[in-house]
């Protein structure tokens, strides 16, 4: 069922690997998924990537993972990163917001023109979706739709590498994030 291996150096990081699975594809719309993220039948993508067709004030469109993973904003508080659950309009089942989980269909080239900072292997996700936020892109979420997440870490991994989280602040000039 493979099309194509793309095989990198060791380590790249999550935010590379992205950029050269975009890179590699040819078709408008592109579904992104952690490896952990399974499609179901909750997750119903052919209608998720209907619904973004339809939508014309769309650029984005999560899922939930695990029924979990809801709309979220972002805003900035002196040089306190703030992202809280929310959403700033409706419609139906879908929620524009500002950040969402890691299981989406997007335009292939509005994810080209953002792209994800290769420097944070890690602490990419809320950089990614602030500078989405800064360009004016379209980020919702369709909460009738959900991937199936099967989160294990593995051994001796660390989470929130310390390092990255420090690299990203410093690039928007921040201090701290806080997701409340």
Known sequence: ????????????????????????GETPIVVFADDD??????TRLPDLVKSLNRH?????????SNQQERPKLM?????????PRGYYRQ?????????????FVAYRDILQAIRWDESLKVEE???????????????ACDINHSF???HVDPPGYIRRRPQFLKAALRKHGLVKVIWR
């Open 37 to 42: 993220h399974l499609v179901t039948e909750q």
């Open 1 to 24: 069922m493979v099309d194509r291996i793309i095989e990198t150096k060791y380590d790249i990081g999550l935010s590379a690997g992205r950029n050269r699975l975009l890179d590699a």
């Open 56 to 64: 014309h004030d769309l650029d984005l469109l999560a899922a939930l």
């Open 148 to 150: 199936r997440h099967e």
């Open 125 to 139: 996700h809320w950089d990614f979706f602030w500078r989405c936020k800064i360009a004016g892109v379209n980020v």
């Open 91 to 103: 419609r139906g089942s879908i929620r524009w917001c500002h950040y969402v989980g890691n299981c």
């Open 75 to 83: 805003r900035v508080d002196g040089k306190t990163l703030r992202i």
